[in-house]
């Protein structure tokens, strides 16, 4: 991996250098200090939680373990990375910066967070500082200018080849864990052994992953964001849902896969007609393709599903509009992904900022933008057997239209949902979770 990464790094930094210098020179700033951060101490306690370097740090250089440090940015300059490598027998201290990226910058080691800042330019400077507020270090108060990050975020929307082969990376990896959490699945483990099954795979701990997995068994696929892990196997294992991704250098992948029980060949037929629609899906990310429209179309694809599967009698026209399919379908179609899991800029109108509106009626859209070259956005289509929504669908008029007898023999299932990573091109869509399952 790192000789793939190597030559491709270079111009990946001068294209966020550029940006940098684009985005200080339009708001007036000198340097652009930028945070790994540190940290966060527990609520009255001694211990801190896990460390997550600042997704701006790691945009500029493959450092994951870097707590304190800083880089420093000056337009017409090396950059600077100050490294904090403290006196410490306490625990691991991070080994000394090496590999591809270091000839690129200035590198100065220190050894408490204190120096690290008295190297960094001073409070009389016109600099912008971005850095979370805790916790707090004397002489070095960020200010997080939201004209800097309007700019910077813009940008990060659209990903070098640098950063594509590290989310190929993170896909290929999370492919493979997600095969070994089908086996557990299909040999009967508990949603924690199949968790356990799946770090194993990735060759991860819980805190390097880039979000809580979601591994839900039967029923608990109906819980959108279901992260309980229960301990105890249940007596059949009739559904699984598994919402889970990895990480490779801090970019993130993003897949979901619903899988049926031996003998669900219903289910498995519901399963299979949602990766069909997502599947078409996926192929319209494309230059110029409006995402609010993919989503609304996505709507009408799948209460075409929902009709086809005996679920609701009404034309799928009258299903979108009358809020049929989001008591099924309450989430959005994806949301642009990166550095980030629910990566920056989806809604954002312009390079200076704005914002672009969701669509009447669907509240919880996490992208609004046109699809360009360069973005990668998930594809996440799900349909799913939920009380609480469809409870309130029973108090409506089209309530008549629904077959409430069929919906109750598939409220044991909990739901679908599939989902990839699809980068936008000049041309074809690339499928990076397609791509790396077809290599796990």
Known sequence: MIDRLAPLYPQHLATVRQ???QALALTGHDHLLIAAGLPPRKFLDDQDYPFIASPHFRHWLPLIDAPGSWIVHTPGQRPRLVFLQPRDYWHVVPQAPSG????????????????AVAQLPGAQT????I??????????EPNNPQDVLDILHWHRSYKTPYELALMREASRIGARAHRAAEQAFRAGASELGIHQAYLAAAGAIDAELPYASIVALNQHGAVLHYTHFGRVAPEYHRSFLIDAGASAFGYASDITRTYAGR??????????????????????????????DLHIHAHHVL???????????????????????AAFFPHGLGHP?????????????????GSIPRPAGHPYLRMTRTLEPGMVVTIEPGL???DMLLDELRDTPVAKDIDWERIELFKPYGGIRIEDDVACTAGEPENLTRDAFAQA
């Open 19 to 21: 940006h940098a210098d």
């Open 100 to 115: 591809y990226w270091v000839e690129h910058f200035d590198i100065t080691i220190v050894r408490t967070a204190e120096e």
């Open 126 to 129: 016109r600099r912008a500082v």
């Open 131 to 140: 850095a979370p507020a805790q916790p707090a270090l004397a002489g070095i």
């Open 263 to 292: 003998g669900e060949d219903e289910f498995q037929a519901l399963i299979d007609s949602v990766e069909a629609a997502q599947l078409t899906f996926a192929a319209k990310v494309r230059a110029e393709q409006s995402y609010p």
């Open 303 to 325: 209460a075409g599903v929902l009709r086809e599967h005996g679920f609701i009698r009404m034309a799928a026209e009258s299903a979108v509009e009358t809020g049929v399919t």
């Open 337 to 353: 992904i990166g550095l980030q899991v629910h990566d920056v800029a989806g809604f954002q109108q312009g390079e200076r900022g």
């Open 384 to 386: 799913y057997f939920i």
